[in-house]
């Protein structure tokens, strides 16, 4: 789609299509996945490709049919964006999206979730954009309110109520282009605090959490923050990589999520029905599925869950589990019961 004469089809698109948070819309729901928003003046053809609405028509609006067909004022949060910017990003969201639901191997998915979380934190910062400031300057009232001075004359405010963090660094500008968690660590930011408005080429951030006043750059750049996000990432990768090397409080955890199974070898193999506890328990036959279940839990090195509907008989495997292992420390600790903290 071509828009002539317009240095920025994506201001165009908002000013002439977005009400507020409001669109009218015709032929909404209609099969095909195709729709019209509509201007005063124009229309805009919309019609879905895979995961994204593309606009693919802008032409002026026939009046004349306008009390022909239904039209829909729908609300909601409306963002045009530059499709060859956000292509590669709607596809490596569908590729990870795919190895989400594929109901793969546990790590495969694992990764990719941490990629998708990425994507979209990465994606959050880009699309609310960076502003770059000259000064910084800061009054206490009931809250530390910072002040700005913004360069440049084409300003967007930042979602109200959003965290804001500053830093001094100029790889942010390259944030688009981030793959790796460390990166967002390199930035060095800050946090600032809430967005609170823009006035005359100055952005108002408010800070209600600290007592004392921050020591910020008196130069650099307003962003979206992600702090909280590399934190998250930083943590799901370190707990990955625990696992795999075996770092982890059960070094044999990996292998259990991932395949089921543990592969360290036994010395040993206790028999689940011994004649001590045919004598605690008198009277009591243990079915197949309930003898298994006790043979499971006292010959796993890590982990053993046992699942079963109610009346199956779960507490009281609970009972012959324990007093196998009862059984099992005072044969090899000359007859002493073991003690618990």
Known sequence: MRIRDKENPIAYLDNAF?????????????????????????????????NEYIATKLV????????????????????FVDSSRSAFVSGEVAQKMEV????????????????????????????????????????????????FTIEGDDIEA?????????TDNDDILKIDTFTKVDQLGDLRSTSVGVFDRIENGKCYIIDREYDSKKNLPSQGYLFVSVVGDAVRLSRREKAKADIITKQSPINNLAMIIDKGVGT????????????MLSRKFEGREFNEDQRKAIEVAINTPDIALILGPPGTGKTTVIK???????????KHNDRMFPKFW
């Open 18 to 50: 977005k009400y507020g948070d409001r669109v009218f819309v015709r032929g909404y729901g209609r099969k095909g996945a195709s729709f019209t928003i509509l201007s005063a003046d124009k229309t805009l053809n919309v019609r879905q490709v895979g």
């Open 60 to 79: 002026r609006y026939d009046k004349s049919r306008a009390d022909m067909e239904a039209v829909f004022i729908l609300k909601g949060d409306l963002s």
């Open 100 to 147: 989400i639901t594929s109901g793969g191997e546990y790590f495969d998915i694992w990764d990719a979730y941490n990629d998708l979380d990425r994507i979209f934190a990465f994606r959050q910062a880009t699309e609310n954009g960076v502003l770059k400031y000259s000064t910084c300057t800061s009054v206490l009232t009931d809250a530390f309110e910072y002040c």
């Open 158 to 166: 930042f979602p109200e109520g959003t965290q804001i963090d500053c």
């Open 264 to 275: 360290d070898l036994q010395s040993r193999h206790e028999a689940p029905i011994t004649g």
């Open 320 to 330: 012959a589990i324990i007093a196998r292992f009862e059984e099992y420390y005072k």
